[in-house]
Antibody
Framework: EVQLLESGGGLVQPGGSLRLSCAAS????????MSWVRQAPGKGLEWVSA????????YYADSVKGRFTISRDNSKNTLYLQMNSLRAEDTAVYYC???????????????WGQGTMVTVSS | VIWMTQSPSLLSASTGDRVTISCRMS??????LAWYQQKPGKAPELLIY???TLQSGVPSRFSGSGSGTDFTLTISCLQSEDFATYYC?????????FGQGTKVEIK
């Protein structure tokens, strides 16, 4: 079964850091680009960051550029999001999502994790 | 950045109704558009990709159309399990923005 499982969310103070993980199973992880998408409470979906299958290309939303770093360990089938200098407006459920196609860095997201909640508050 | 306008933001309908949701782009994106359904407390699920291709396992009452700048999601005969929020997303270029969402509620 194709599955994504996020972890690492929690409560952090403004200015703090957190690292999210997304464990993948059921597919050839290294063949697919992956993304992080977040959703603030009661709000819509916001794409945050993406990484190519090899890890050689990374992309960020302007709202997180310079503060967040996406990475992957294909030997461990795991995606990461290192979040630094966190702000109240980063409070959201963070989802990892798998791109459909194996040849493109950008594609529709066919598999989503269940999400992990990040709360930035003092 | 390719901006999108999704409408309406709220749609009240009854079981059995035919409903349509629109997504308009600020520039052409060919057919690089997806539609997702999200239920409260759950992750989004892919319904349609490439503007009109139904994802495996999605009921045939869902359909998508359009290309370039104007796209539509149609639910031909609304079922109780279809009351949810729907999002369009362009994946023509980075950033792959989502529409603002359309909540389909029971009339």
């Amino acid at each position: 079964e194709v599955q994504l499982l996020e972890s690492g969310g929690g409560l952090v103070q403004p200015g703090g850091s957190l690292r999210l993980s997304c464990a993948a199973s059921g597919f050839t992880f290294s063949s697919y680009a992956m993304s992080w998408v977040r959703q603030a409470p009661g709000k819509g979906l916001e794409w945050v960051s993406a990484i190519s299958g090899s890890g050689g290309s990374t992309y960020y939303a302007d709202s997180v550029k310079g503060r967040f770093t996406i990475s992957r360990d294909n030997s461990k089938n795991t995606l990461y999001l290192q979040m630094n200098s966190l702000r109240a407006e980063d409070t959201a459920v963070y989802y990892c999502a798998k791109s459909m196609g194996s040849l493109e860095d950008l594609d529709a997201f066919d598999i989503w994790g269940q999400g992990t909640m990040v709360t930035v508050s003092s | 950045v390719i901006w999108m306008t999704q409408s309406p933001s709220l749609l009240s309908a009854s079981t059995g109704d035919r409903v349509t949701i629109s997504c308009r782009m600020s520039q052409g994106i060919s057919s690089y558009l997806a539609w997702y359904q999200q239920k409260p407390g759950k992750a989004p699920e892919l319904l349609i990709y490439a503007a009109s291709t139904l994802q495996s396992g999605v009921p045939s009452r869902f359909s998508g159309s359009g290309s370039g700048t104007d796209f539509t999601l149609t639910i031909s005969c609304l079922q109780s399990e279809d009351f949810a929020t729907y999002y369009c997303q362009q994946y023509y270029s980075f950033p792959p923005l989502f529409g603002q969402g359309t909540k389909v509620e029971i009339k």
